[in-house]
């Protein structure tokens, strides 16, 4: 059963892996076409995402743990993306401070597993 989850983690490796560079090339056709700097944004974080979703899918195969500390950097990304692809002014102000509590938790989160 080990082995075919394993498998499975690798299918998503490569998937994310795949994903990645198909958001960098959608990044670099809309920086030379100068199309929407808000989309580009948000694209070039997705592709960060990835990365650190690839990074713990890694950390996963070598250890089988999940490493919450790349879980919380993939969190925070995660919303900056939203926050950046929609628009601060988009949002009411229930939404943004959920978002703040949100960050709040997982900046806890962070500190418990790093101090606690």
Request: no cysteine; hydrophobic share 60%; net charge negative.
């Amino acid at each position: 059963m080990e082995l075919l989850q394993d498998a499975v983690v690798v299918l998503l490796n490569v998937t994310l892996f795949g994903m990645g560079f198909m958001f960098l090339y959608r990044v670099w056709r809309e920086i030379i076409a100068l199309g929407n700097l808000q989309e580009s944004l948000s694209n070039i974080i997705f592709v960060v995402i990835t990365i650190e979703l690839y990074r713990l899918l890694v950390h996963y195969l070598r250890y089988h743990k999940v490493d919450l500390n790349i879980l919380v950097e993939v969190g925070v990304s995660v919303i900056i993306q939203k926050v950046v692809l929609v628009g601060v002014d988009e949002f009411t102000m229930q939404q943004l401070v959920g978002i703040s509590l949100i960050l709040v938790f997982l900046g806890a989160i962070l500190w418990v597993d790093m101090y606690g």
